[in-house]
């Protein structure tokens, strides 16, 4: 069973610049999270979708924005960039259930100019 | 505000050591404890988790400690090896059925010397 796939995997961005990041889910798994993980704060809760709709929302300003598809694929979007914004952002699935475990990919490691 | 604490940040140990973890949680609705592991390049993974109505669990060398009166739980690594060096994540879950939104501890970088 093929897990979670993230892509881009690197990437490099310009401050003012947006990226758009995506994420395979696990087959079967209705959940998706993502979560920002940085050396300073750590992982932080971004925003979870489930069939679609988004059921958690993080302490994130408005820049950071995503959505799921109907084949459970999710993507998240990063506006006007800032130099903070530079870290790894991973992307977990979950069969959907509320079970606390998470199937997390590799990420996607954004660096900003 | 950082509902979930942990310590050590690092840790050093010798193989066959028994490294602890710490963690404590001020936030009562936390219903479900997992803790991951990551290495290098790699995303977390899922260890083990506990419940707060046990108050200790086995996972082959991998034990969780949960005291629910003082709001803490620990991790040991029983017989550490050089291949549990690694970032050790303690996280909580609400139980109010909203979701997988996990709360992340800052993370205790574990290195097991030879």
């Known amino acids: 069973k093929a897990g979670v796939t993230q892509t881009p995997r690197y990437l490099i961005k310009t401050r003012g610049q947006q990226v758009t990041l995506s994420c395979s889910p696990i087959s079967g798994h209705r959940s998706v999270s993502w979560y920002q993980q940085t050396p300073g704060q750590g992982l932080q809760f971004l925003f979870e979708?489930?069939?679609?709709?988004?059921?958690n929302k993080g302490n994130f300003p408005g820049r950071f924005s995503g959505r799921q598809f109907s084949n459970s694929r999710s993507e998240m979007n990063v506006s006007t960039l800032e130099l903070g914004d530079s870290a790894l952002y991973l992307c977990?699935?979950?069969?959907?259930?509320?079970?606390?475990?998470?199937?997390f990919g590799e990420g996607s490691r954004l660096t900003v100019l | 505000q950082q509902q979930v604490k942990q310590s050590p940040q690092s840790l050093i140990v010798q193989k066959g050591g028994i490294p602890i973890i710490n963690c404590a949680y001020e936030?009562?609705?936390?219903?479900?404890f997992p803790w991951y592991q990551q290495f290098p390049g790699k995303g977390p993974a899922l260890l083990i988790a506990i419940r707060p109505d046990v108050s200790e669990k086995k996972e082959g060398r991998f034990t969780i400690s949960f005291n629910k009166s003082a709001k803490q739980f620990s991790l040991h690594i029983m017989d550490s090896q050089p291949g549990d060096s690694a970032t050790y994540f303690c996280?909580?879950?609400?139980?109010?059925?909203?979701?997988?939104?996990?709360?992340f501890g800052g993370g205790t970088r574990l290195m097991v010397k030879p």
């Open positions: 979708y489930f069939s679609e709709t988004q059921r």
């Open positions: 977990a699935s979950s069969r959907g259930q509320v079970t606390g475990e998470l199937f």
């Open positions: 936030n009562t609705a936390f219903d479900y």
């Open positions: 996280a909580a879950l609400k139980g109010n059925n909203a979701g997988n939104m996990l709360t």
